[in-house]
C-alpha cells in the first residue's frame, strides 16, 4: 500500500486509539482505494473519488459498503489537510450512494421483558448472573463489548448507573432501570459468594459478570448467553438486538433522538434517527393488527 495511506493508518492506531476491529476496516477500505488508484493518493482529484465509487458499485458492493468506503477516504484528505499535505479534499464534494432504511432486528418491550425473565423462568445454570447480564444489556443499552469491559468499580454504589468505555475509548455513563438494578443486586450478592469459595483462585480483574470458572464473562460467552436464552423464548437475536431494543423503546415512548445518541455513544446523530423509522414501523405493524380495515 501507498505510505502515505500507511501512515495514516498508524496515525488512527496511535494517535486516535481505535480499536483494532475499526482500523482493520479502514484498511480493507483503504487498500481498495489504494487498488484502483495505482498512484499517490495526494495526486487524486475529485474525479478520481468519484471513479472510485462507480468502481466499487459495478463490481457489485452494497450501497452501504461503498459509503464506508468513502468514509474512509475522506478521513485520509481531512488528516492530509490538517497535517498540510494536501490543499483540499477532493472526497468532501462526492455524495454517499443512497441506501434503503434497514429497520434494525429488536425487541418489544414486552418481548424484551420476556426474554430477561427466561434465565429464572427457566432455571438455567447460574439464573441470577443471566437475569442481570441480559437486564443491563437491554436497560443500558451498551455494546456487548461494552458490558464485558464493565467492572465493580465502574458502577455507581447504588447500581443506577455505570460508566463505560465505547468506540475510540471514549467514556460515557449509562443507566440501569428499577428491574435491572434489582437483578445486578440480587447477582453481585451471588456474586461474592462464589467468589468467597474460590479464594485460592480470584478473578484476573474484578469484572461485573464472570464464567462458572470465575474469570470474566467474555464477548463470545454473552453472545453465546443471549443467543441460548433467545432461543428459548422463540425469538434469537444477538446482544446488539438488546442494544436496538433499547434504543426503539426510548424513541417510541417520545424521548429525544438526541439524548439517545448520548446513551448509545453515536457520534453521528444520522446513526440514531434510523430509530424513528423501526418507531413508525412498529406503528404501522400495531395499526395493521388492531384496525379492523388493517
Not at 91 to 112: D, I, T
Not at 115 to 138: G, I, K, S, V
Not at 222 to 250: C, E, M, N, W
Amino acid at each position: 500500500m501507498n505510505q502515505r495511506l500507511e501512515d495514516y493508518l498508524a496515525y488512527l492506531a496511535g494517535v486516535r486509539s481505535l480499536s483494532p476491529r475499526t482500523a482493520e476496516g479502514y484498511r480493507r477500505d483503504l487498500e481498495l482505494f489504494d487498488a484502483f488508484l495505482k498512484g499517490d493518493p495526494l495526486a487524486a482529484d475529485v474525479s478520481d473519488v468519484r471513479l472510485f465509487v462507480a468502481d466499487l458499485g459495478a463490481r457489485g458492493y452494497a450501497p452501504a459498503s461503498v459509503n464506508r468506503a468513502l468514509a474512509s477516504v475522506r478521513g485520509f484528505y481531512r488528516y492530509a489537510a490538517h497535517f498540510g499535505l494536501s490543499e483540499s479534499n477532493p472526497a468532501a464534494a462526492v455524495r454517499n450512494l443512497r441506501q434503503p432504511v434497514r429497520v434494525p432486528a429488536f425487541l418489544y418491550a414486552e418481548e424484551a421483558d420476556e426474554l430477561c425473565a427466561e434465565p429464572m423462568r427457566t432455571n438455567a445454570p447460574w439464573p441470577a448472573r443471566d437475569e442481570a447480564l441480559l437486564a443491563a444489556l437491554y436497560s443500558s443499552g451498551c455494546r456487548v463489548s461494552e458490558l464485558a469491559a464493565l467492572d465493580l468499580p465502574d458502577l455507581a454504589r447504588d447500581l443506577s448507573s455505570a460508566v463505560v468505555r465505547g468506540k475510540g475509548g471514549k467514556e460515557r455513563r449509562v443507566f440501569f432501570a428499577k428491574a435491572a438494578r434489582a437483578a445486578l443486586a440480587a447477582w453481585l450478592a451471588e456474586r461474592s459468594s462464589a467468589l468467597a469459595r474460590r479464594r485460592d483462585r480470584p478473578p484476573r480483574r474484578d469484572a461485573l459478570f464472570l464464567s462458572r470458572r470465575g474469570e470474566p464473562l467474555s464477548v463470545r460467552g454473552i453472545q453465546y448467553l443471549v443467543d441460548r436464552h433467545s432461543r428459548a423464548t422463540g425469538k434469537p437475536v444477538s446482544p446488539h438486538a438488546l442494544r436496538h431494543s433499547f434504543a426503539t423503546t426510548l424513541v417510541s415512548r417520545g424521548a429525544d433522538v438526541r439524548v439517545v445518541q448520548e446513551l448509545l455513544g453515536h457520534s453521528s446523530i444520522s446513526t440514531t434517527q434510523r430509530y424513528t423509522h423501526v418507531s413508525e414501523e412498529g406503528l404501522r405493524r400495531t395499526y395493521h393488527q388492531a384496525h379492523p380495515h388493517g
